[in-house]
């Protein structure tokens, strides 16, 4: 009737061989597992893109370092000019380091980005890191504009293109996105400059943020739009705004034509499909048919979208340049004419890092627009 139970004591070093066996240990990992199953499908989907971020960044970093440093240049020579002898150019090269070996540099370039550090640029001395952080706004706010831009015109050219039967109609738009597509987005800067300030005179000299005549306001983001609203200085955010208006223009025709196409090819499908043969037979007007090629369209459009912000922020290097628009594009332009090695090593990292960031919205936005993504578990 009575059991006796075993009081025997397990010696420490016992119960941590038998707690370190391969059995608990893939229990121990079934559990983690478990966990990770027992998550809520859209913070997997979340926090599965999440965690390539840094791995990512990682290597963006390593590219960008090897390839700039690979190229190429004479820094010293730059900076002294073509009459320096051998020797100040070997006690510069020893100054900023470029005497080491490539891995030497890479090593001491990995302990600076630990620490925070880009280095500091080779003709200014300023701090990398401090020149991103008071032009990037000033990108921002160009690339944003020319992305609603961007959106808007190719949804309305890829839906007219899907929509419209006359043959010459539809020729005349698909001809007038591959002309668009054929120029380069600062040569359409440079056309709406000679058009709209010198010979029409609607727009002021599109050159820098702000016209001359017009009041900076205090330095917050280093964007004289955004700078001007914080301030509430509604005369230079006016001023700023007209100043926008050009590279924007470019920058966004030259980024509708990956939107028109993708919208037609998703437009031209539905209006093809049954489901508008039907809702034309119960006589649902025209107004409603194109309405639903629009919704159609809008989840292409924004799976395109990562790829168009990446262009517009590369793009936005010369258009810059033409403008005089001090951003980040125009300062990374000014690094690879100097051969400043830790400037161009920074603009590429941003660009890329900003471009990364695009890539991840757009793919979250496909998480909450389309119930596909949401129910694929």
């Not at 000019?81 to 510069?92: H, N, Q």
């Not at 006359?166 to 800067?189: C, E, K, M």
Request: proline fraction near 5%; hydrophobic fraction near 55%; charged fraction near 10%.
């Amino acid at each position: 009737m009575f059991q006796t139970v075993d009081r025997t004591v397990i010696p420490p070093d016992s119960v941590s061989e038998v707690s370190n066996t391969p059995a608990v240990a893939q229990r121990r990992g079934n559990s983690g597992v478990q966990a990770w199953r027992r998550l809520p499908w859209g913070m997997r989907y979340f926090l599965g893109r999440l965690t390539l971020v840094p791995v990512t960044l990682f290597v963006l970093c390593t590219v960008a370092f090897g390839l700039v440093n690979l190229i190429p240049s004479n820094p010293a020579g730059v900076l002294l000019g073509d009459f320096a002898s051998p020797e100040e150019t070997a006690r510069l090269n020893a100054k900023l380091g470029l005497d080491q070996s490539l891995w030497e540099r890479y090593l001491d370039f990995l302990a600076a980005l630990a620490n925070g550090s880009l280095g500091e640029s080779y003709f200014t001395g300023e701090s990398v890191m401090v020149s991103l952080g008071a032009r990037v706004a000033s990108t921002l706010e160009l690339v944003v504009g020319a992305w609603i831009l961007a959106f808007v015109l190719g949804t309305v050219l890829g839906v007219a293109m899907a929509y419209w039967k006359s043959p010459l109609g539809r020729s005349s738009i698909n001809t007038g996105v591959a002309l668009v597509q054929a120029v380069p987005d600062f040569v359409l800067g440079i056309l709406g400059s000679l058009t709209f300030f010198y010979f029409l005179g609607v727009l002021p000299l599109p050159l820098g943020q702000l016209p001359v005549n017009a009041s900076t306001p205090p330095a917050v983001t280093g964007a004289a739009f955004l700078d001007s609203i914080f301030a509430s200085d509604w005369s230079a955010a006016g001023a700023a705004a007209q100043q926008m208006i050009l590279p924007i223009a470019a920058l966004g025709i030259s980024g509708s034509v990956v939107f028109a196409r993708v919208v037609y090819a998703a437009s031209a499908d539905v209006l093809a499909s049954s489901h508008t043969a039907f809702a034309r037979a119960r006589g649902l007007g025209e107004h409603t048919v194109i309405w639903l090629a629009v919704r159609a369209s809008v989840l292409p459009a924004v799976a395109a979208s990562g790829i168009v912000v990446g262009g517009l922020i590369g793009g936005s290097a010369v258009v810059e340049v033409v403008f005089n628009w001090q951003g980040l594009g125009q300062w990374g332009a000014e690094g690879a004419l100097e051969a400043d090695i830790p400037v161009l090593v920074g603009y590429i990292i941003a660009g890329a890092g900003l471009s990364l960031i695009a890539y991840i919205v757009a793919d979250m936005s496909m998480y909450w627009l389309d119930p596909r993504v949401r129910l694929k578990k």
